[in-house]
């Protein structure tokens, strides 16, 4: 008697519609290693401000009241990381491309860019954003 054929794959399975599991011929993709540090939390509040302000436009929420309720905290700090958007667009580029912090404290935060982010003219924000770099940078 011979043996029976066997043919063998290897499959994962994939989230599909509607909460589906779906069967995918192949190896499960390897997912990149992660970057080591972390994001400057200045970093992540830019960018919860810029969500922030999508979900307003949006009309998913009404206003920051509706995100402060929402988040569970104040429409003060709400407020201040909203002020964020006022960086001149190069800025809050720039804050978003921050490296990784590994070891010790973030280089910058929102505390120290609260003074610019309230000059209404950006190539003023522009100077006070290069002479805070320059002396994050020197020590």
């Known amino acids: 008697?011979?043996?029976?054929?066997?043919?063998?794959?290897?499959?994962?399975?994939?989230?599909?519609?509607?909460?589906?599991?779906?069967?995918?011929?192949?190896?499960?993709?390897?997912?990149?290693?992660?970057?080591?540090?972390?994001?400057?939390?200045?970093?992540?509040?830019?960018?919860?401000?810029?969500?922030?302000?999508?979900?307003?436009?949006?009309?998913?929420?009404?206003?920051?009241?509706?995100?402060?309720?929402?988040?569970?905290?104040t429409r003060a700090r709400v407020t201040q990381i909203m002020n964020l958007l006022h960086l001149a667009p190069d800025i809050q580029e720039a804050v978003l491309a921050l490296p990784r912090v590994e070891a010790g404290r973030d280089p910058v935060t929102e505390r120290d860019l609260r003074p610019i982010a309230a000059i209404v003219d950006w190539r003023k924000q522009r100077r006070a954003w290069a002479g805070l770099i320059d002396d994050r940078t020197q020590n």
């Open 1 to 73: 008697m011979s043996p029976e054929p066997r043919i063998e794959f290897k499959v994962h399975f994939e989230s599909g519609r509607r909460g589906r599991k779906r069967a995918v011929v192949g190896e499960r993709p390897r997912s990149p290693a992660p970057e080591p540090g972390n994001l400057p939390r200045v970093s992540r509040l830019m960018a919860l401000a810029i969500r922030f302000d999508q979900l307003i436009r949006d009309g998913e929420v009404r206003d920051l009241a509706d995100i402060a309720r929402l988040g569970h905290v």
